[in-house]
């Protein structure tokens, strides 16, 4: 019979390439790798890890137990915490990964709100942006997902249909919105025509954004001149301070960020990306989880 353990110590392995690392990343000994991968090995009935030097290569056997073993660690969890949550356990555990305007904004509200109803459901919180939230949810790393999608182009719809094996929980509508510096010609201006800025340098932000910003600005006629790519947002809005150039970003990111020496004016036409909560079938129908993406809807309304 394969063990869930074992999976466990099998993804492990794949994922370092050796049994020592895997030991590492597990806080286990090299040698109980080592045993329970010769267990797996025995269960299975077929070899499922090929030595090449140094480095582990997965068979064939092996690359499918490994392709299946996200989705059976999911509903083994889901299964545990629902059948914890029947028992009248007060417990549970959610893994949250978010994009970093999504951390500073809306996950802390949601959170505290978790901690004060469910005192004892244990919340861990990592970051990273779409599309590698998304993998870790596929991947059994995270329990929880906030991404976002853009819309006026086509990969709202390539995002809607790379989600459809998931649940996904609308969240927000996020406008983007233009960054100046405060002695710029368009500093006292409301709103502002993405055409206006065609000859200004430009600061953009994470891959997908980026990407997302030069669709725009095409749009409108141009190709941008980016003179600077960063993810970190207090980075974009401190080079835009300094007068290095212009910048579009969602609003969320905005808030969570003390924008100091820039102008905000709205962005005709209005660009929009769509803030979502996504999770695993199997997954959403634990208490813990459900509770969570509750408290995000909540968060998100206030």
């Known amino acids: 019979m394969i063990e869930a353990r074992h999976l466990r110590i099998l993804r492990a392995v794949a994922g370092t390439g050796s049994f020592s690392a895997a030991a590492r990343e ?6 109980a790798v080592s045993q329970q991968m010769k267990a797996l090995e025995q269960s299975a009935g077929t070899p499922l890890l090929v030595r090449t030097g140094r480095e582990m290569r997965l068979t064939q056997a092996g690359e499918a137990l490994v392709r299946h073993a996200a989705g059976i660690l999911a509903g083994l969890t889901a299964a545990e915490e629902e059948v914890a949550a029947i ?3 007060r417990a549970g555990r959610v893994r949250l990964v978010s994009f970093p305007s999504g951390s500073s904004t809306l996950v802390p509200t ?3 709100a978790m901690r004060a109803a469910h005192p004892g459901t244990r919340i861990s919180l990592v970051e990273a942006e ?3 939230s998304v993998e870790m949810l596929r991947e059994g790393d995270c329990d929880v997902a906030l991404a976002f999608r853009y819309g006026g182009d086509g990969s ?3 995002n809607a249909a790379e989600w459809e094996d998931l649940v996904v929980t609308p969240l927000l509508t996020d406008r983007l919105v233009g960054l100046v510096p405060e002695g710029h010609r368009l500093a006292g201006a409301e709103r502002v025509g993405m055409a206006e800025l065609a000859d200004e340098p430009w600061i953009a932000g994470c891959p997908r954004c980026r990407r997302h910003l030069v669709e725009v600005c095409e749009g409108a006629g141009f ?3 980016i003179d600077f790519a960063t993810d970190d947002y207090p980075a974009v809005v401190g080079l835009v301070g300094a007068g290095l150039g212009v910048a579009v970003l969602p609003e969320l990111a905005v808030e969570s960020v003390r924008a100091k020496g820039v102008s905000t004016l709205a962005v005709e036409p209005a660009v929009e990306r769509e803030v979502v909560a996504l999770t695993l ?3 959403a129908r634990v208490p813990a989880v459900a509770a969570t993406l509750g408290e995000l809807v909540r968060a998100a309304t206030r």
């Open 26 to 31: 597990l806080g286990c000994t090299q040698p």
């Open 87 to 89: 028992a009248g356990l």
């Open 110 to 112: 949601a959170l505290a």
């Open 130 to 132: 779409p599309p590698r």
């Open 156 to 158: 709202a719809a390539g």
């Open 223 to 225: 190709t941008p001149r």
């Open 281 to 283: 079938p199997d997954l």
